[in-house]
Nanobody, 122 residues
Framework: QVQLVESGGGLVQAGASLRLSCEAS????????MGWFRQAPGKEREFVAR????????YYADSVKGRFTISRDNAKNTVYLQMNSLKPEDTAVYYC???????????????WGPGTQVTVSS
């Protein structure tokens, strides 16, 4: 089993930056693909970004491409999401998740953190 805890969320103005962190515990963390998802009130959970076990393959949703950067530090069992040029539409609870394959589908992710709130004001 894997346990995940997100941190780094907060309230910021449009155009600001935040860096989210997700610390993992459990076996074979470095062998998993890690993903970030987000969910706004009244909306379904949506894919944001993913990164493979080595960090050599990343993929982003069109809505965040060019603004967000996902990275991981396997020695620290941590994955990051650097969020720049934040927009009000980025407001959501952000979740870190784990899967064994490269996927953008939340149903493929087996372990989830409790989430961290990101609020962007205009």
């Amino acid at each position: 089993q894997v346990q995940l805890v997100e941190s780094g969320g907060g309230l910021v103005q449009a155009g600001a930056s935040l860096r989210l962190s997700c610390e993992a515990s459990g076996r074979t963390f470095s062998s998993y693909t890690m993903g970030w998802f987000r969910q706004a009130p009244g909306k379904e959970r949506e894919f944001v970004a993913r990164i493979n076990w080595s960090g050599g393959s990343t993929y982003y949703a069109d809505s965040v491409k060019g603004r967000f950067t996902i990275s991981r530090d396997n020695a620290k069992n941590t994955v990051y999401l650097q969020m720049n040029s934040l927009k009000p539409e980025d407001t959501a609870v952000y979740y870190c998740a784990v899967t064994r394959i490269r996927s953008t589908d939340a149903l493929d992710y087996h372990y989830w953190g409790p989430g961290t709130q990101v609020t962007v004001s205009s």
